[in-house]
């Protein structure tokens, strides 16, 4: 890396450029933990969320209140202080991404302290 700044354009634009090509959502997830970890390759707290990240892959979520009901769901990628909702199209499938998202924020530990965003990469 160039300098002390971690964000790098061409590896950026790269990340950009694969995320639309991938045709799956584990495609997608693999390939942006394979940036993170370029990005910050001499954060070692930073390689421990990412790798954390990896791990929390596909993880229940239980006690979801879905239509009156309680249910389970799958979280695509999650830690302590991440939750990500991996869809291959937002346009076809981004509102229920969010639903989903909320869902699990209302049953984790962040429903006490709220600190969130919704990020979404479009083709």
Same mark, same amino acid.
């Given at each position: 890396? &160039?300098?002390s @700044? *971690?964000? =790098?354009p061409?590896?950026a634009?790269g990340?950009?450029?694969?995320?639309?090509?991938?045709? %799956? +959502?584990?495609?997608?997830?693999?390939r942006? !933990?394979? #940036?993170? &970890? !370029?990005?910050?390759a001499k954060?070692?707290g930073?390689?421990?969320?990412? @790798?954390?990240?990896?791990?929390?892959?596909? $993880?229940?979520?239980?006690? *979801? %209140?879905r239509?009156?009901?309680t249910a389970?769901?799958?979280?695509? @990628?999650?830690?302590?202080?991440?939750i *990500?909702e991996w +869809?291959k199209?937002l346009? $076809?499938t981004g509102?229920h991404?969010? +639903? =989903?998202? +909320?869902? #699990?924020?209302?049953? &984790?530990a962040?429903?006490s302290?709220?600190?969130?965003?919704v990020i979404g990469v479009q083709?």
């Amino acid at each position: 890396m &160039s300098g002390s @700044s *971690i964000f =790098q354009p061409a590896h950026a634009e790269g990340l950009f450029n694969d995320l639309r090509r991938a045709n %799956t +959502e584990q495609a997608k997830k693999e390939r942006f !933990l394979q #940036y993170l &970890s !370029l990005a910050f390759a001499k954060d070692e707290g930073a390689q421990k969320l990412i @790798s954390a990240m990896a791990l929390g892959a596909e $993880r229940v979520v239980a006690n *979801i %209140t879905r239509h009156g009901r309680t249910a389970k769901g799958r979280v695509d @990628s999650q830690t302590d202080t991440v939750i *990500i909702e991996w +869809e291959k199209d937002l346009t $076809r499938t981004g509102d229920h991404a969010r +639903e =989903q998202l +909320e869902e #699990y924020l209302c049953v &984790s530990a962040w429903k006490s302290d709220p600190v969130f965003g919704v990020i979404g990469v479009q083709n």
